[in-house]
């Protein structure tokens, strides 16, 4: 009982964004003791792995997280319905962060039939809500993200939960700009703003500032999008995540193509190529590289080539139908200026055929 107690209150430091230092001697703490009582009831030492994964997925460690799930996977059977109901909530997390909306929609949806079967509390629904509207925003579904955020909003503001009253107010600053609501949406990530300044958070920080940017930057207003592009960029660099970085690099380029400065824009576009590589940023290698073409003015059959048989698949084959509109309506334009009309009249009819898949 004691190990339970010193596992879940493990759980509840997590979710609450505690010190990491505090949570890795807490992790140390639950090991010692679980080699020191010689306990040989599976389902405790199984409670400590899925919490584990929790903390890994925490930490952005995913070979950790993709290790445990194997290792759990083996154990599901035994499983009893809260730990599967936390096991699935957990891997909803993990296949979202890995760009895997399939499994991530899955294990959530499994989780959320599984929590009406357990005791739990309000403020854990709020967590697996904060989920699904975290996927939902990820891959375009804006009314199940707008449903879900609040949900969430409305038991973390009875909490007084200010981290993700904070993180709910951005995902539905982000929903409210891809419908064009641009007041709405500014207002959201003013309130989120409020909070993170409390917290002097440079994570959600350096995340609020790139939302405001593309705001800015959606309205016309190039050099505000810069400034707040500029701003989160300062405070992403200090938590020092290149994961963060890049995309923010990527519009900070475009932003720069857009106002014709050539040099900055390259610079910044050379900057994230390499960032891309070292991490294997499949989805931001594909749009950087097709900015590079466009800032060089190169927009000839490589160009062609490989928005159609690279960029396009992997962007239909990972969902992000956002970018399959944008790029097949491109490369539509290209087509029609070179007179290519059938070519052209195919790639405006997959454009609209993504749009209607964003809902």
């Not at 993180?167 to 989120?192: F, M, P, V, W």
């Not at 990527?250 to 960032?275: D, N, P, T």
Request: proline letters at 1%; a negative charge; hydrophobic letters at 35%.
């Amino acid at each position: 009982e004691e190990i339970k107690w010193l596992i879940d209150d493990w759980y509840r430091m997590i979710v609450n964004y505690e010190d990491p230092r505090s949570l890795e001697e807490r992790a140390k703490e639950i090991e010692d003791k679980l080699k020191q009582s010689s306990i040989q009831q599976p389902l405790i030492h199984l409670r400590f792995d899925v919490f584990k994964l929790r903390y890994e997925i925490y930490r952005s460690d995913l070979e950790k997280a993709k290790q445990l799930i194997q290792h759990l996977n083996q154990f599901r059977e035994i499983l009893d319905t809260e730990l599967q109901y936390y096991f699935h909530h957990f891997c909803g997390i993990y296949y979202n962060m890995v760009n895997d909306y399939n499994n991530a929609i899955k294990c959530l949806k499994m989780a959320e039939e599984e929590i009406q079967k357990i005791s739990h509390s309000e403020t854990e629904e709020a967590h697996l809500y904060y989920q699904f509207a975290n996927l939902y925003c990820k891959f375009m579904h804006l009314s199940d993200c707008i449903n879900y955020a609040e949900k969430a909003l409305a038991i973390f503001n009875k909490d007084y939960n200010i981290t993700r009253i904070s993180d709910c107010q951005t995902i539905l600053g982000i929903t409210n700009r891809d419908i064009k609501n641009y007041s709405k949406a500014e207002y959201h990530y003013n309130q989120a703003l409020k909070f993170a300044k409390v917290m002097n958070d440079p994570v959600r920080l350096g995340v609020i500032y790139h939302n405001l940017g593309f705001v800015k930057s959606d309205q016309g207003d190039s050099e505000e999008a810069i400034n707040c592009y500029r701003k989160s960029l300062e405070y992403k660099e200090k938590v020092g995540k290149n994961e963060s970085i890049i995309m923010t690099i990527y519009l900070l380029a475009k932003e720069y193509h857009r106002l014709s400065m050539k040099k900055e824009c390259l610079e910044q576009i050379k900057r994230g190529l390499a960032i891309a590589e070292t991490l294997q940023d499949n989805i931001c290698y594909y749009l950087l590289s097709i900015l590079n073409f466009e800032a060089l003015g190169t927009l000839d059959e490589n160009y062609e080539q490989f928005i159609l048989n690279k960029a396009l698949p992997y962007f239909e084959n990972h969902k992000r139908w956002d970018f399959v509109a944008t790029y097949a309506e491109d490369l539509g334009n290209y087509y029609f200026k070179l007179k290519f009309y059938k070519k052209a009249g195919e790639m405006y009819q997959l454009a609209n055929e993504a749009r209607k898949k964003i809902i």
